[in-house]
């Protein structure tokens, strides 16, 4: 198995198990599916973001906020950048800068949409999710 197809299956792993609220067992593979995505460093916006959602369910909070910053530094307006970006913030408690990125989401998404980029295709469930989150709220 190549690094990016153990990184791709842990990943999986630890999102299947956290939709199921199998929480302890998304907790014991988040470790691991970290260290694989890490692995492959240099990280793109897509692995960044991978990586903070598996931060995110392994309660690391702050982790998952240093990769949606440096995303958001590469790109201002990337859509998963700007998602992961309020899920951090919600996990750290922080309902201005969570509604802050969430209506930063919207206003983005006709532009970065048109911009065509793999990973909003590869992640458009969670984006048409945090989408609708974001127009709710």
């Not at 990943?11 to 694989?36: I, L, Q, W």
């Not at 240099?42 to 692995?47: I, K, T, V």
């Not at 991978?50 to 995110?56: E, H, K, S």
Request: glycine share 6%.
């Amino acid at each position: 198995m190549s690094p990016e197809e153990r990184a791709d299956r842990l990943f999986n792993r630890v999102m299947t198990y956290a939709s199921n609220g199998k929480n302890d067992s998304a907790a014991f593979f988040a470790p691991m599916a970290m260290t694989a995505i890490e692995s492959l460093a240099p990280l793109g916006a897509h692995g960044r973001y991978d990586l903070g959602l598996v931060a995110l369910v392994a309660g690391d909070a702050a982790k998952a906020a240093a990769q949606s910053d440096t995303i958001l530094k590469q790109r201002p307006t990337h859509l998963l950048g700007l998602s992961l970006a309020a899920r951090a913030a919600d996990a750290r408690g922080d309902k201005a800068a969570a509604k802050g990125f969430r209506d930063r989401l919207v206003a983005a998404e006709k532009s970065e949409r048109a911009a065509g980029l793999q990973e909003y295709s590869d992640h458009d469930a969670d984006l048409r999710a945090a989408l609708d989150e974001a127009r709710k709220r």
